[in-house]
């Protein structure tokens, strides 16, 4: 039972270079989120999809893209990386969409550096 | 503007005693509060929620308290252990309702 699953780990880049983050959940959740983590900024909403088929921005949605492949896959996509979005991403899932009174299951992280 | 606060400083305490963590917010009316562990290059784990007509909520050595008029939520361990050290978040849903914003966390220390 594996929860959350990110790939890659880690990865570096360079400016202007694309990307997909991948995730998948096996607990059959329906909705699916995507963070940033930075330092002295905490965790910050790129994009969630609520359920299969409908995504919507968070509060840092700029410069990145999402698709809700399935029920278990949500991936994040860099189209021209910037400096400026070298962090640690995370991928998180939760049975249903309640903002507040659902538990959210993490994976450990994407580790971006952009060069 | 919203904003979580939690003490961006460490939290250092001997094994033994009771770690207190503090989670204040402003221009908030969440209905619920969740707390999360993170270690070292891990993603964070979920361990508590609780509901704004809740004051107190304990789960093993936890408990959280919920004071919606001074806006602020306590997290303790009780009988703190080593293994307790990492960092603790809060989190709360905006007022809109449709994301969870998280706060910068406390480090915690527990020293044997």
């Known amino acids: 039972n594996a929860g959350v699953t990110q790939t890659p780990k880690f990865q570096v880049l360079k400016t202007g270079q694309s990307m997909t983050l991948q995730c998948a959940q096996d607990m059959n959740h329906n909705s699916m989120y995507w963070y940033r983590q930075d330092p002295g900024m905490g965790l910050r909403l790129i994009y969630y999809?609520?359920?299969?088929?409908?995504?919507d921005k968070g509060e840092v949605p700029n410069g990145y893209n999402v698709s809700r492949l399935n029920k278990r896959e949500f991936s994040l996509r860099l189209e021209s990386a910037a400096p400026s979005q070298t962090s640690v991403y995370f991928c998180?899932?939760?049975?249903?969409?309640?903002?507040?009174?659902?538990?959210?299951?993490f994976g450990d992280g994407t580790r971006l550096s952009i060069l | 503007s919203q904003k979580i606060e939690q003490n961006s400083e460490a939290l250092n305490i001997q094994e033994g005693k009771t770690a207190t963590l503090t989670c204040n917010y402003t221009?908030?009316?969440?209905?619920?509060l969740q707390w999360y562990r993170q270690d070292p290059g891990r993603g964070p784990v979920f361990l508590l929620l609780?509901?704004?007509?809740?004051k107190e909520k304990r789960k093993e050595r936890l408990k959280v308290t919920f004071d919606t008029t001074l806006k602020q939520s306590l997290f303790h361990i009780t009988a703190s252990q080593p293994a307790d050290s990492a960092t603790y978040l809060c989190?709360?849903?905006?007022?809109?309702?449709?994301?969870?914003?998280f706060g910068g966390g406390t480090r915690l220390m527990v020293k044997p």
């Open positions: 221009n908030y009316s969440p209905a619920y």
């Open positions: 999809s609520a359920s299969e088929g409908t995504t």
């Open positions: 989190a709360l849903p905006n007022n809109a309702g449709n994301m969870l914003t």
């Open positions: 998180a899932s939760s049975a249903v969409y309640r903002a507040g009174n659902q538990p959210q299951h």
């Open positions: 609780i509901r704004e007509n809740e």
